[in-house]
C-alpha cells in the first residue's frame, strides 16, 4: 500500500456520502487529508489494493470492516470535569427539578452520549459522590454509549493517563484511582462498574429508543459533526430518550434552539440547558 497516496475527488466523496449515510457526520473537503490517512490505514490491513475494492467490501460488510472505518474516523479527544459548569448544573438545579417527579428510592438515570474512552460517564459518577447530598438515597443510573465500539472497550477497561486527569485534583486521583505505573492510573472496580456502556448511532432511532428513557442526558460537541439533517434527526431521537420533563446538555459551542423547536430553553445559574415538556400533571 505504499503506493497508495491519495483518492480522487469522486472516491472522496462516495465514502463522504456513504459515512454520512451511516452515521450522519458530515466530513467536508477540509478534512480530506485527515480521512485519507485513517483510509488507507484500513485498506493497508484490509488488504485491498484500491479504493474500488475496499468501498466493495464496506458495502457487502460481510466483517464488520463498516465498524473498523467509523473507529478510525471517529474524534475522541475529552478529559475528567470538561465543562464542569454543566456538572454543577445537574447537582444543584437539574436533579432537584426532576426530583419532584420522583418517589424516594427510585431510580435516576443519566446518559453520557458520546461516552468516549469513559471520562465523562465516570466525571458524573465522581461528581455525583462528591458534590450531591441525596446520591444514597437514590438509585442512579449511569449509562455511557458511543458509536465507536473501540473507544468504549477502553472506557469499559478503565484505564487513564496523566493528560485525562489533569482537572482532577490529587486526593480525588488518589481516592478514586489506582497507580497501573508511571503516569497510568485506573478508576477503581467499584466506581467502574457503576457504569453501563453500551454501543449507539445518534441517526438510529432502533439503536437509540432500546436503551429506554433518561432524566439528563449530556450530548456534548457531537452535534456539531453532523448536518442539519443529520442533526434534526439525531435531536428527536434524543428527544424521545428523555423522561417528561427531563433535560438534555450540549456542548458550549452548541444551540438546541437552533435545531429544532421540540425542547425549552432553561437558563441556570451555571449552565443554559434544554428540556422536554412534561406530559400530563406533574
Known amino acids: 500500500m505504499s503506493e497508495f497516496t491519495a483518492i480522487t475527488e469522486e472516491e472522496f466523496r462516495r465514502l463522504c456520502e456513504f459515512i454520512y449515510r451511516r452515521t450522519g457526520m458530515v466530513f467536508t473537503e477540509a478534512k480530506r487529508y485527515y480521512i485519507e490517512r485513517r483510509l488507507v490505514e484500513r485498506m493497508s490491513i484490509a488488504g485491498s489494493g484500491s479504493f474500488a ?17 467509523i473507529n478510525a474516523v471517529t474524534v475522541n479527544e475529552t478529559y475528567f470535569y470538561r465543562e464542569d459548569h454543566q456538572l454543577r448544573c445537574m447537582t444543584n438545579d437539574l436533579l432537584a427539578d426532576r426530583l419532584k417527579h420522583k418517589a424516594r428510592g427510585e431510580t435516576i438515570r443519566i446518559w453520557s452520549v458520546p461516552c468516549s474512552t469513559g471520562e465523562e460517564p465516570f466525571s458524573i459518577a465522581i461528581w455525583l459522590l462528591e458534590n450531591w447530598r441525596l446520591v444514597d438515597q437514590y438509585d442512579i443510573e449511569i449509562v455511557g454509549s458511543d458509536i465507536d465500539t473501540t473507544v468504549m472497550e477502553k472506557a469499559h477497561a478503565g484505564v487513564f493517563g496523566k493528560r485525562a486527569l489533569m482537572r482532577l485534583t490529587d486526593d480525588l486521583v488518589r481516592r478514586y484511582f489506582e497507580p497501573q505505573g508511571a503516569e497510568i492510573w485506573k478508576i477503581i472496580e467499584e466506581l467502574r462498574q457503576s457504569v453501563l456502556f453500551t454501543p449507539v448511532n445518534l441517526v438510529d432511532p432502533v439503536e437509540t429508543r432500546r436503551h429506554g428513557r433518561f432524566d439528563i442526558i449530556f450530548c456534548r460537541n457531537v452535534l456539531i459533526y453532523f448536518d442539519d439533517a443529520s ?3 439525531a435531536a428527536e431521537n434524543l428527544y424521545e430518550n428523555l423522561m417528561p420533563g427531563g433535560f438534555i446538555c450540549l456542548g458550549h459551542t452548541e444551540s ?3 435545531i429544532s423547536p ?3 430553553v432553561r437558563r441556570f445559574t451555571d449552565a443554559i440547558v434544554y ?8
Open 231 to 233: 442533526r434534526r434527526v
Open 275 to 282: 428540556q422536554k415538556a412534561t406530559e400530563g400533571p406533574a
Open 53 to 69: 475494492s475496499y468501498f466493495a467490501r464496506l458495502r457487502t460488510d460481510v466483517d464488520r470492516e463498516i465498524e473498523r472505518l
Open 256 to 258: 438546541m434552539s437552533r
Open 262 to 264: 421540540l425542547f425549552s
